[in-house]
């Protein structure tokens, strides 16, 4: 005679904040969902446009393997009038777990806060007692395990979509996952001046998709950013970074190599507005990617104009019928300006529009026709 049937485990759902660039939401949601398979649809975090919340129930390893996010938070939420509430035995286990929990996905040995008052006799005395329970050094500057507090916005939805939204106004605290934000990337080993943030550059790839079949040239390369997130996307038949600079040359060359990319691709020092050059004997190419010089750090804003034009010439003459060219720019004018010249050869697919401290470049996907 069998016994009952036993339920199904189901591991317990989590609360996750995900924070990214924005302009970036819909395809950080997509990422999401397609990673993650959420209980829930990613929801925007009221009053935010670069977060949104996801109910999680697999391993949180997962949730570090997003590339468009920027980090990853553990939310937890208590009914407390005031932060100094926390300290007590019935909370302060539960923050001491979520810390221990990014130390365990990140191998950190510090911790700060990031809150308003920070520096207050009561947080002064929290982070004694989360340093005592977890083991962890309190380092208000540099600290690797990122603590924030805020108060809980009024009808927040519940982890537990059977529970009602609370009415209630208590506290949250996030705890980041990991030692390091997700944008950090481990690969980047040679910086350049300039350098496309890692995030948009995995969006990019989103955005045009990777195929194994695809041969792919990113020119004006520079740090070889856009470059070595492709190639972690997916394979390609073919790859080759182009610059000028024999620093950016360099440091793709390094970035690649850290990535474990460096016999992937090859890199060739050379002005890809020339006429010839050995570059070109991998194309025709399917996919071309470029984040040309803007004024700031590199070219000029009197230059970038004839820049723009030979970037959409050069790419005309090098792709494949039907390949893409995504030009991440901070010269719009200069750069819809250069479209509408070159429509014979070039149909706008997508645009999109980033915000990067401070600045607003905007992403170009362009068919080639």
């Given at each position: 005679?069998?016994?009952?049937?036993?339920?199904a485990?189901?591991?317990?759902?989590?609360?996750?904040?995900?924070?990214?660039?924005?302009?970036?939401?819909?395809?950080?949601?997509d990422?999401?969902?397609?990673?993650?398979?959420?209980?829930?649809?990613?929801?925007?975090?009221?009053?935010?446009?670069?977060?949104?919340?996801?109910?999680?129930?697999g391993?949180?390893?997962?949730?570090?393997?997003?590339?468009?996010?920027?980090?990853?938070?553990?939310?937890?939420?208590?009914?407390?009038?005031?932060?100094?509430?926390?300290?007590?035995?019935?909370?302060?286990?539960?923050?001491?777990?979520?810390?221990?929990?990014?130390?365990?996905l990140?191998?950190?040995?510090?911790?700060?806060?990031?809150?308003?008052?920070?520096?207050?006799?009561?947080?002064?005395?929290?982070?004694?007692?989360?340093?005592?329970?977890?083991?962890?050094?309190?380092?208000?500057?540099?600290?690797?395990?990122?603590?924030?507090?805020?108060?809980?916005?009024?009808?927040?939805?519940?982890?537990?979509?059977?529970r009602?939204?609370?009415?209630?106004?208590?506290?949250?605290?996030?705890?980041?996952?990991?030692?390091?934000?997700?944008?950090?990337?481990?690969?980047?080993?040679?910086?350049?001046?300039?350098?496309?943030?890692?995030?948009?550059?995995?969006?990019?790839?989103?955005?045009?998709?990777?195929?194994?079949?695809?041969?792919?040239?990113?020119?004006?390369?520079?740090?070889?950013?856009l470059?070595?997130?492709?190639?972690?996307?997916?394979?390609?038949?073919?790859?080759?970074?182009?610059?000028?600079?024999?620093?950016?040359?360099?440091?793709?060359?390094?970035?690649?190599?850290?990535?474990?990319?460096?016999?992937?691709?090859?890199?060739?020092?050379?002005?890809?507005t020339?006429?010839?050059?050995?570059?070109?004997?991998?194309?025709?190419?399917?996919?071309?990617?470029?984040?040309?010089?803007?004024?700031?750090?590199?070219?000029?804003?009197?230059?970038?104009?004839?820049?723009?034009?030979?970037?959409?010439?050069?790419?005309?003459?090098?792709?494949?019928?039907?390949?893409?060219?995504?030009?991440?720019?901070?010269?719009i004018?200069?750069?819809?300006?250069?479209?509408?010249?070159?429509?014979?050869?070039?149909?706008?697919?997508?645009?999109?529009?980033?915000?990067?401290?401070?600045?607003?470049?905007?992403?170009?996907?362009?068919?080639?026709?």
């Amino acid at each position: 005679m069998r016994g009952p049937a036993r339920a199904a485990y189901r591991p317990p759902t989590q609360r996750l904040e995900v924070t990214f660039l924005p302009g970036l939401g819909e395809i950080v949601a997509d990422e999401i969902t397609e990673r993650l398979a959420p209980t829930r649809p990613p929801r925007p975090v009221p009053g935010r446009e670069d977060a949104l919340l996801v109910d999680h129930s697999g391993r949180l390893e997962r949730a570090l393997s997003l590339r468009t996010a920027v980090a990853v938070f553990l939310v937890l939420t208590f009914d407390v009038p005031r932060p100094k509430s926390l300290t007590s035995g019935e909370h302060l286990p539960r923050i001491a777990d979520a810390m221990a929990t990014s130390v365990r996905l990140g191998a950190a040995r510090t911790f700060r806060f990031e809150a308003a008052g920070h520096d207050s006799t009561v947080f002064q005395r929290l982070a004694a007692e989360l340093a005592h329970a977890t083991g962890l050094v309190h380092d208000d500057a540099e600290g690797e395990v990122v603590v924030r507090f805020r108060r809980t916005p009024r009808n927040a939805p519940q982890p537990d979509a059977s529970r009602p939204p609370t009415d209630e106004a208590g506290w949250d605290v996030l705890v980041r996952l990991g030692g390091r934000p997700l944008s950090a990337r481990p690969w980047r080993v040679a910086d350049f001046p300039g350098a496309v943030n890692a995030t948009i550059a995995a969006a990019i790839v989103r955005l045009v998709g990777a195929q194994a079949h695809d041969r792919v040239a990113n020119l004006m390369c520079g740090s070889g950013t856009l470059l070595v997130e492709r190639l972690l996307a997916s394979p390609a038949a073919s790859a080759v970074g182009v610059d000028i600079d024999p620093d950016a040359v360099r440091a793709t060359q390094e970035n690649l190599a850290a990535a474990g990319l460096a016999e992937r691709a090859e890199v060739i020092r050379a002005d890809v507005t020339a006429a010839g050059g050995a570059w070109r004997d991998a194309g025709p190419f399917d996919l071309v990617l470029a984040d040309p010089p803007w004024g700031a750090l590199h070219g000029s804003h009197v230059t970038n104009p004839a820049l723009h034009s030979d970037l959409l010439r050069v790419a005309d003459e090098v792709s494949a019928p039907g390949a893409h060219l995504v030009v991440l720019t901070h010269e719009i004018k200069v750069m819809e300006r250069c479209i509408r010249e070159a429509d014979a050869h070039w149909r706008v697919r997508a645009e999109l529009r980033v915000f990067a401290k401070g600045h607003h470049p905007r992403i170009y996907v362009l068919e080639h026709v």
